[in-house]
């Protein structure tokens, strides 16, 4: 199992040490040339890389060496007849702070021969790839496969296939190409601000059982214990903060509950930058692994400090190393990296010391806990030495004895701090109980009558304790109903993104759109008819005909704006965009219409007065917000509302006035008919339609 998956703080800092993201796999070159050409890849005519069913077979190596590089992009690059022969010969495993990098501006095509041996031909094999960048595959010119997609540099989609491997054949043995076209526009950037140097890319082809089965073993394994660890470490955080909460003058069980947050936090972070497939996710994702190392040294020190040294003048000049550190780490600073590893180096010594000197010194409870702190820090202490000395990618083999034998003592040393804590914590419950039992034969001398006092003030505070929950109980229950009304009411008046925002944040900043589409209504002769009807018949009239206009909107996807006095505003395309709105508020409109004209029958049936409305709508930019501090409502300002309003009040009643931008969207829906230049107040002449019917028929 890779090293890097089980240990992400591990893999960190020996990718520190190499400047390679990926530190913790096997680099080794897979189609090395060797004499002998039926076991492995051997050599072939012009020292072109033989592959075989042996050479493929179990656990294979990258193909780094042997290609062909050249900058730019040529799509005939793809094909095998393409002449190569002043390409440059250059790993793809490339590196961008690398002093022998190639001419590589982004992208550019890489190209590998080899020579196919009749036992590969006509089988399912599997490709393996890794990457920050995106690709294209292609064997002997035909493209086999994608990740990503290259398309400039400020439009190219980057992918991490992350070793998943995929199905493809060679159709016949002899002599193939394999042509790989490779973008990474943002390797320069990844170097600058993640410290990312790995820019180029690794491919290995081995046998599909065998790779597959070993894709899914690891990641079904890896997903298990990452999950596992990273819950164990916070459940173990959780105990111990409680514990501090509830007796602060043990601050020990503080700084180990930080120390266990930030083992777990790093288990999380492990997780995503295996699970993820995008390049940004993953770098932004390891920014954090610093911090959580700094922060878990620094309350590994507290720990120790706490239990064994009472001067803190060390433990205080860590801190501001670590907080340094930290400073650096954000401000992007190339060498925060090697700081961190001096704290970790820092902390892991004093951590040893401190305990061997508490041992020595006979303090109680200092080989319980010192056995699993000095197992973690040589550990750990080692496998910087075992790095810094090979001076390479340090490699963890899960099919080699050694190491399964590393891996079991990584394992090992990962739980032994939280494993020696329990320990302790159980020895010091048993001393405890131990002195509460003497303890208890003092007390059992105290007199009768003292002991049913204390029993009675037990039971008055348990009562006390019961009658407290109880109505602790209710007035959360209150709470949550009172809120509940609230949230209501305020979904009510404000949409429900802006009234998360303003929850959020306690305000809303205005918003610029686009393309939004504005509707009035307004009903006429409306001040003759109000004359006509008492008050409240005139306040339920409007009542009854707005409800069932919010009814309509709200079905169409169009947001209530306000209403002022018979006028009734709304607009698509807000406070959440989309690319229907003109057509959701004609149809609105047209359904609003047909409400009226039904309405209308009924009021003529009944000897009463009709209501006959206008409808305009227009489109354009906008801009939407909250007014005010005090009876906030949510609104839109611009010229197309101006604009709206003016379709709204040059139409005629029964009947909908749309603008001509508002036309040519909805055009293809509806049956629009051209009024010709219409002179408008402010505006000039404008281009007015009547829309009749949801029909694709024009008339002009």
Not at 25 to 53: D, H, M, V, W, Y
């Amino acid at each position: 199992m890779q090293f890097l998956a089980l240990f992400t703080s591990l893999s960190y800092f020996c990718r520190l040490i190499n400047k390679k993201f990926f530190a913790m796999k096997r680099i080794l070159p897979l189609l090395t040339i060797i004499l002998l050409t039926n076991n492995g890849f051997g050599e072939a005519q012009k020292n072109i890389p033989f592959i075989s069913r042996d050479s493929i077979r179990g656990v294979t190596d990258y193909i780094n060496s042997d290609w062909k590089f050249k900058d730019g992009d040529d799509s005939a690059m793809a094909q095998p007849g393409y002449d190569e022969s002043k390409w440059k010969d250059y790993s793809t495993s490339f590196y961008y702070n690398d002093k022998k990098l190639p001419d590589f501006k982004g992208i550019g095509w890489f190209r590998f021969h080899f020579i196919a041996d009749s036992s590969i031909c006509g089988i399912p094999l599997a490709m393996i790839v890794a990457h920050l960048g995106a690709s294209e595959i292609y064997l002997d010119g035909k493209l086999i496969k994608s990740f990503g997609k290259i398309n400039g540099a400020d439009s190219s989609v980057y992918y991490d296939p992350q070793q998943l491997p995929f199905i493809f054949s060679i159709p016949n043995p002899g002599s193939h190409v394999l042509a790989v076209r490779y973008a990474n526009y943002n390797a320069k950037r990844n170097y600058k601000v993640y410290r990312e140097a790995f820019a180029g890319f690794r491919l290995m082809i081995g046998e599909t059982d065998d790779q597959i089965y070993h894709k899914d073993l690891r990641s079904i394994a890896l997903t298990f214990i990452m999950m596992l660890l990273s819950g164990f470490f916070f459940a173990f955080c959780l105990i111990h903060l409680f514990m501090y909460l509830h007796y602060r003058s043990v601050r020990s069980n503080l700084y180990f509950s930080i120390f266990m947050l930030s083992l777990a936090v790093g288990f999380v972070i492990a997780f995503i930058c295996y699970a993820s497939h995008t390049p940004s996710l993953e770098m932004n994702a390891f920014l954090f692994i610093n911090p959580v190392f700094v922060v878990g040294s620094l309350a590994l020190s507290g720990f120790i400090n706490e239990l064994f040294n009472k001067k803190k003048l060390r433990f205080k000049l860590i801190v501001a190393f670590g907080i340094l550190i930290t400073i650096l780490r954000f401000c992007s600073l190339p060498f925060f990296g090697e700081l961190t590893l001096a704290l970790i180096i820092m902390v892991s010594i004093e951590a040893v010391f401190t305990v061997i000197y508490a041992i020595i010194k006979r303090v109680k409870g200092a080989r319980i806990i010192g056995t699993g702190i000095l197992f973690f820090t040589l550990f750990i202490l080692t496998i910087f030495a075992i790095a810094m000395i090979q001076q390479h990618d340090l490699d963890v083999n899960d099919s080699t004895i050694g190491g399964r034998i590393l891996i079991a003592m990584l394992g090992l040393a990962i739980i032994s701090i939280p494993v020696s804590m329990s320990v302790y914590l159980a020895w010091n419950f048993s001393s405890i109980n131990k002195n509460l039992a003497l303890q208890l034969d003092q007390v059992q001398v105290l007199s009768q009558k003292t002991l049913e006092q204390e029993l009675d003030k037990q039971r008055m505070l348990e009562n006390r304790k019961e009658e407290l929950e109880k109505e602790v109980l209710e007035r959360t229950s209150e709470l949550r109903i009172e809120k509940k009304k609230s949230d209501d009411l305020l979904l009510n008046i404000l949409p429900s993104e802006v009234a998360e925002e303003l929850k959020n944040k306690g305000s809303s900043e205005a918003r610029d759109f686009e393309l939004v589409t504005v509707m009035f209504t307004d009903f006429k002769d409306f001040t003759k008819i109000s004359e006509q009807m008492s008050p409240a018949k005139l306040v339920e009239e409007i009542d009854y005909c707005f409800s069932a206009f919010d009814n309509i909107i709200q079905k169409h996807g169009v947001e209530k704006i306000k209403t002022i006095g018979d006028a009734f505003m709304c607009a698509g395309g807000l406070p959440m965009k989309n690319s229907t709105h003109a057509e959701d508020t004609v149809k609105a409109a047209l359904e609003i219409l047909e409400f009226m004209v039904n309405q209308n029958k009924e009021k003529l049936a009944k000897g009463e007065t009709p209501f006959e409305i206008r409808i305009g709508i227009n489109t354009g930019p906008v801009v939407a917000g909250i007014v005010g501090v005090k009876k906030f409502a949510y609104d839109i300002w611009g010229d197309t509302v101006n604009l709206a309003n003016r379709m709204e009040s040059s139409g005629e009643a029964g009947k909908i006035n749309i603008s001509g931008s508002t036309f040519e969207l909805v055009k293809d829906k509806f049956t629009c008919i051209h009024r010709g230049k219409i002179q408008t107040k402010n505006k000039g002449e404008v281009d007015m339609y009547f829309v009749s019917k949801q029909e694709p028929l024009f008339n002009s």
